[in-house]
C-alpha cells in the first residue's frame, strides 16, 4: 500500500465566520509533485498558513509521515519534516549566498546551530553539503555574493535552497515563480521538478504550463474546497474545472 508523507484530513480554518477552508482533505505521496490550483481566493494559501502552522485549524488533522502534527508550533513541524520555501525577507540580505544556506542547513538541528565551536570534520560536511546545494540551484558563481544583491530570481531559487537544506520530507512552494522572467521561469520548474528525487513537493502555481509539465497530481480548489484532483490531463480536461476559471480569467490574466 502506498503511503502519505503529508496527509492533511477535512482541514477547516475560519476567520471569524467566513470559512477560507472548508473540509479539504490532502494526500501528498512521496517523491511526487503535488499541485494545488484554484481562482484567486479558493484558499490555497491558506491551506499552506494551515498545514505549516501559521495558523491554527479550526477542525481535521495533519500528519507527516504518520507523526501528527496538527498542534504543534511551525517551528517544530519543520523539524517533523515540513517546510516551507522562505520568504525573501527571511533571507539573511548582508550575509553571502553561502552562509544563508550554511545557516539553514544547520537550522535543522538547533543545538548544533547554538554550538560556537563545532569539530573541523562536521564543518567540512557541512560545507560540501552546501556546495552540492549550490550546484543543483545554478548558484556556484554567485556563492560569495550578499544574498541581498542577487537578482529576484535567484533570490528566489535560494528561498528554496534554504528550505532544502533542512533536508525536510515535503516542501512546500507558494507562487515560486511569480514576478519572473522567462528565463528565471524555466529554471525554476526544473529545480522544482527535480526536487521530487528527495522530497514530497506541495505547489501552489498559477502558471498552467508549469503546472502541467511537472505535477504528479493536481488538485483543484474552489471556494474553500476540493473540487476536483487528478492527474494534469484529467484535471485540464474537467468540464468543473474549465468553468471555475471561467469566473476568474480576467483576475488570473492581472496576476
Ligand atoms: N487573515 C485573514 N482574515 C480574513 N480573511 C482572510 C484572511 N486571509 C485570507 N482570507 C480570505 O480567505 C480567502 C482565501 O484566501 P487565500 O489567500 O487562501 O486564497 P488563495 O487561493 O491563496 O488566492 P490567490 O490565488 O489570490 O493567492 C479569501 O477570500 C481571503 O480574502
Ligand atoms: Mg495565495
Given at each position: 500500500m502506498t503511503v502519505a508523507i503529508l496527509e492533511a484530513v477535512n482541514i477547516v480554518k475560519r476567520y471569524g465566520k467566513f470559512t477560507a477552508v472548508n473540509g479539504v482533505t490532502l494526500r501528498v505521496m512521496a517523491h511526487t509533485v503535488h499541485s494545488v490550483i484554484g481562482p484567486n481566493g479558493a484558499g490555497k494559501t491558506t491551506l499552506f498558513h494551515a498545514l505549516t502552522g501559521v495558523v491554527p485549524i479550526n477542525e481535521g488533522s495533519i500528519t507527516v509521515d504518520g507523526v501528527e502534527v496538527s498542534h504543534l508550533p511551525g517551528h517544530k513541524r519543520v523539524l517533523k519534516g515540513l517546510t516551507r520555501s522562505f520568504q525573501v525577507t527571511s533571507l539573511f540580505p548582508n550575509l553571502s549566498v553561502h552562509e544563508n544556506l550554511r545557516l539553514a542547513a544547520q537550522g535543522r538541528n538547533p543545538a548544533q546551530a547554538l554550538h560556537l565551536w563545532r569539530s573541523a570534520e562536521s564543518l567540512t560536511a557541512a560545507g560540501e553539503k552546501v556546495d552540492v546545494l549550490l550546484e543543483r540551484l545554478n548558484l556556484s558563481a554567485m556563492a560569495s555574493r550578499a544574498a541581498g544583491e542577487l537578482p529576484h530570481g535567484q533570490q528566489r531559487r535560494l528561498e528554496v535552497g534554504m528550505a532544502m537544506a533542512g533536508q525536510p520530507k515535503v516542501i512546500l512552494l507558494d507562487?515560486?515563480?511569480?514576478?519572473?522572467g522567462i528565463e528565471d521561469i524555466s529554471a525554476m520548474k526544473r529545480l522544482i521538478h527535480d526536487l521530487r528525487e528527495e522530497y514530497a513537493v506541495v505547489l501552489i502555481e498559477h502558471n498552467m504550463d508549469i503546472v502541467m509539465d511537472i505535477s504528479d497530481t493536481v488538485t483543484v480548489m474552489q471556494l474553500g474546497q476540493v473540487l476536483v484532483e487528478g492527474k494534469p490531463g484529467e484535471v485540464s480536461n474537467d468540464e468543473r474545472v474549465r468553468h471555475a476559471y471561467l469566473g476568474s480569467v480576467t483576475t488570473e490574466d492581472n496576476a
Open positions: 507562487e515560486p515563480t511569480s514576478g519572473m
